[in-house]
């Protein structure tokens, strides 16, 4: 099985990836949001599908929250996810799925029971420029500064990441 890194990325075969967290609704949408925009600054819509879920089922079908979306907005980019939770079977449909943390990659790589998608799990950080501890910090029993600290985080992964990921694609 090629890696994420290796896979042609066409408007027929778009790339499809998942940002996960433990509740969906700081820093996973966040970086959903961060990298949705970051494509349609660029033009590449057609060539990214993007998600983002929770290990967790807290906050299921809730909306982001409101400091999240409050920093996102200063910065021109819309939160309209709604939180869920990531379910084995994703395992298999995304190319790449980014946890914020590590626990909640342990979690994602206890779900791979036969550990057949090992390839395409990877700690959001790993393409931070900055990697710092490698984790997403948990904004949500913080105040703003904790919430602008994760979108600076998260913008500045988003942008390595897309930049690496935009060599793959092949234009029609």
Do not use: W
């Not at 982001?64 to 449909?93: V, Y």
């Amino acid at each position: 099985m090629p890696t994420p890194f290796e896979k042609p990325i066409t408007k027929e075969d778009p790339f499809n990836l998942c940002f996960v967290c433990l509740g969906n609704i700081c820093r996973s949408p966040t970086a959903e949001g961060v990298f949705q925009h970051l494509v349609k600054e660029r033009g590449l819509d057609p060539y990214f599908y993007v998600d983002s879920a929770g290990t967790g089922a807290y906050h299921v079908g809730e909306a982001a929250n409101s400091k999240s979306q409050e920093m996102a907005n200063k910065h021109g980019i819309e939160l309209d996810s709604r939180a869920r939770k990531f379910e084995p079977d994703d395992l298999k449909e995304f190319d790449l799925i980014l946890a914020m943390d590590h626990e909640n990659f342990d979690n994602l790589q206890k779900l791979d029971l036969k550990n057949e998608y090992s390839g395409k799990l990877f700690l959001m950080r790993e393409f931070d420029p900055k990697p710092g501890t490698k984790a997403v910090p948990d904004p949500y029993f913080g105040g703003m500064d904790g919430f602008k600290d994760v979108y600076d985080i998260v913008y500045r992964s988003c942008e390595a990441l897309l930049n690496k990921l935009e060599k793959q694609i092949e234009e029609d």
